[in-house]
């Protein structure tokens, strides 16, 4: 049973990724690719982490793995955040956002 939710986690934390691949050669401007990519690492990275960590046998490896995923969904909205208001204050802007 235990294999079967690993497994399950693993295979939409792909699937997620792959969405977000697509998604990146799709959308048009930086804003919605940065959208793009961050649903790559917040959406399939951690659930791929959390489902291997349901796969592996030892107790530390799960922990690491975990603590891995907590870490990436604590940090990657922060600096996702961080690179859509850089690039929106920027000078070099092309849309005229300001």
Same mark, same amino acid.
């Given at each position: 049973?235990?294999?079967?939710?690993?497994?399950? =986690?693993?295979?939409?934390?792909?699937?997620? *990724?792959?969405?977000?691949?697509?998604?990146?050669?799709?959308?048009?401007?930086?804003?919605?690719k940065?959208? $793009? $990519?961050?649903? *790559?690492?917040?959406?399939?990275?951690?659930?791929?982490?959390?489902?291997?960590?349901? =796969?592996?046998?030892?107790?530390?490896?799960s922990? +690491?793995?975990?603590?891995a995923?907590?870490?990436?969904?604590?940090?990657?909205?922060?600096?996702?955040?961080?690179?859509? +208001?850089a690039s929106?204050?920027?000078?070099?802007?092309? +849309?005229?956002? +300001?």
């Amino acid at each position: 049973m235990i294999f079967i939710i690993g497994y399950g =986690l693993t295979l939409l934390g792909i699937i997620a *990724i792959f969405s977000g691949i697509v998604g990146l050669f799709r959308f048009p401007d930086f804003y919605t690719k940065i959208h $793009a $990519a961050s649903v *790559i690492e917040c959406c399939g990275v951690p659930l791929s982490l959390v489902g291997l960590a349901f =796969l592996q046998h030892d107790f530390t490896s799960s922990f +690491k793995l975990l603590f891995a995923a907590i870490l990436i969904l604590i940090l990657n909205p922060v600096s996702t955040h961080a690179i859509g +208001k850089a690039s929106l204050l920027s000078p070099n802007n092309q +849309k005229g956002l +300001k």
